[in-house]
């Protein structure tokens, strides 16, 4: 049964087959003709109960919100404040377009909304500055991922629908790592910098740095609200979202005035979409993680082929579950990915004493690397629709910065206080 699961995914994805197809396919197949006893209307009542979770609600929030601003001055300002900081350090340009990352990512919980509104304004800089074209969209597609390590970040919501994890306790154990990795960025920015010899910007003078900041204080409000809201239980992660949505169209729409009441509808609509999409393979994952839970999949593919037990050692079964899903994410989405590894190693981590939140964690780091790496990396599409480049020439910049993220996995599960200090302080863990 495992062979032909295996083997009618990878056969269905090759034929070009959306990831909708291979899924419901391959879990109407095996019901059919491996658990012929079981109802199939199963699979309807899976696919519902897939999307049912209140959590889920923050989801199509978060992709509004980030919508919205993406449409407006948000990210615009942000960009600025950065850029008055450290637009005149050696690797300014770079650095700026990292830390912006970052700050987005904790605006929108999207890596590909990232791509788009931050990489959209600041590669033709880099490009007019002097760096090379395959350093800068490898940085834009690279900390974009950081955006799912910050909160709020929408892997993480279906991680933790999926594992029964504390959303709450991912969003502030992401912190940690998500910051380690913008220093390593930085670093690693400023080293190659000076070997492609690319001169500072001008330094900005105390009134411009003052200036920028006061210009981007409210889309500044943004992690606050989520962050701090959640961390003194005002809301919760769901709630925190919907009041994201409110802030962020206030401030587009009565702050700037960058958009109209009736330019809500179209953002509206397009998040709908994206939504629609998320949620179809949320069912369709919850689905399949019914039908291999019910046939035993996962002790047989955890037991038998990688010959895992609770016993086998934090280091050995963290490793295989890093390797995994930074894997799996190369080749599908990182939703796909999380609902059907999720219900394989969550219940063999658990079973072996390791913190949930930890585990959640990595796995959403593997997810953010496996996101921008070859060969199908969602975010190397992304870029390629964006930035209108060639494949290669998107790739060809990559490896160094998967290098670093790879590093900055193996440091945290070296080194788990990383990620679980902040959630300790934060909830007493």
Known sequence: MLAFILGSLLVLLVLGY??????????????????????????????????????????????????????????????????????????????????????FGALSGSTQATVVAIGGPLRPKMLSAGYEPSFATALIINASDIALLIPPSIGMIVYG???GTSIGELFIAGIGPGLLILLLFCIYCRSASGRMGVSPEPRATARERIESVRRALWPLGFPVIVIGGIYTGVFSPTEAAAVSVVYAAILEVAVYRELRLRDLLPIAVNTGLVTSVVFVL???????????????????????????????????????ISIAYFVGCMFVDPIVVILILTPIFHPLAVAAGIDPV????????????????????????????????????????????????????????????????LRDLAFGG
């Open 161 to 163: 629908v999926v594992s």
């Open 358 to 421: 930890l585990v959640g964690t990595v796995v959403t780091l593997q997810v953010a690397i496996g996101s921008a790496t070859p060969p199908f990396g969602c975010d190397i599409f992304t870029a390629i629709a964006i930035f209108r480049r060639p494949y290669l020439e998107i790739i060809r910049g990559t490896p160094p910065f998967i290098a670093i993220l790879i590093g900055a996995s193996a440091l945290v599960i070296t080194v788990p206080e990383i990620a679980l200090f």
């Open 18 to 103: 959306p990831m909708l197809v291979p899924l419901l396919a391959t879990t109407s197949c095996v019901l059919l003709f491996y658990l012929p006893g079981a109802d199939p209307g199963v699979i309807i009542q899976q696919m519902i109960g897939g999307i049912t979770p209140s959590a889920l609600i923050a989801v199509p929030m978060f992709l509004l919100a980030a919508e919205i601003m993406t449409h407006g001055q948000a990210s615009d300002r942000l960009l600025d404040m950065v850029m008055r900081f450290v637009g005149h350090v050696r690797g300014g340009l770079p650095i700026a377009s990292a830390v912006s990352c970052t700050l």
């Open 282 to 320: 949320v069912g369709a994952g919850a689905a399949f993680s019914w039908v291999i839970a019910f046939a035993e999949l996962p002790q047989l593919l955890i037991n038998e082929t990688l010959g895992l037990t609770p016993e086998s050692g934090y280091v050995t079964i963290m490793t295989t």
